[in-house]
């Protein structure tokens, strides 16, 4: 069995009386808004005014033919889009039954080579979210029709 040890007792006694309260952070206020990393300051220090020769220096670097830096520049320029929109009609649902409409035109549209199957996820997950709004509409009217007859059976 291993044995836990404690923390040296004036080590242990000077973090009990220092320990935050719980729900209370250390730094309520947060990072302030546009601060920056030291490295980041040291780092714009340490270039400023060679950033233009830098820069030269990378082009003339690329036009010759050194891959890495074409590919680090284009990244620069172009980078990757995360997201693209996506051209699909679907139709209307405000029932939830009819959800299964909007599923199967996604399952013909990646069939059919419209869609890829990452697109389809990512508006399935959209549909699942849709659905759960409907439901919570659907809930909320057939309650508050139940609250109108309770209301009245009392009367």
Aim: proline fraction near 6%; charged fraction near 30%; glycine fraction near 6%.
């Amino acid at each position: 069995m291993k044995k836990t040890t404690a923390p040296p007792a004036k080590s242990g006694n000077k973090q009990k009386n220092h320990r935050f309260q719980k729900g209370q952070s250390g730094n309520p206020k947060g990072r302030p808004a546009g601060s920056r990393n030291k490295a980041t300051i040291i780092l714009e220090n340490m270039l400023q005014g060679q950033a233009e020769e830098l820069m030269e220096t990378a082009i003339k670097t690329a036009l010759q033919g050194d891959g890495q830096m074409i590919r680090a520049l284009l990244d620069k320029l172009l980078p990757n889009r995360k997201d693209a929109p996506v051209k699909i009609r679907l139709p209307t649902v405000l029932a939830a039954k009819e959800l299964p409409i909007i599923t199967s035109a996604i399952l013909k549209a990646v069939s059919s080579g419209k869609l890829t199957p990452t697109e389809a996820a990512a508006l399935c997950k959209i549909v699942d979210s849709h659905k759960s709004a409907v439901e919570i509409c659907e809930i909320e009217a057939r309650l508050n029709k139940l609250e109108i007859e309770v209301k009245r059976g009392k009367k």
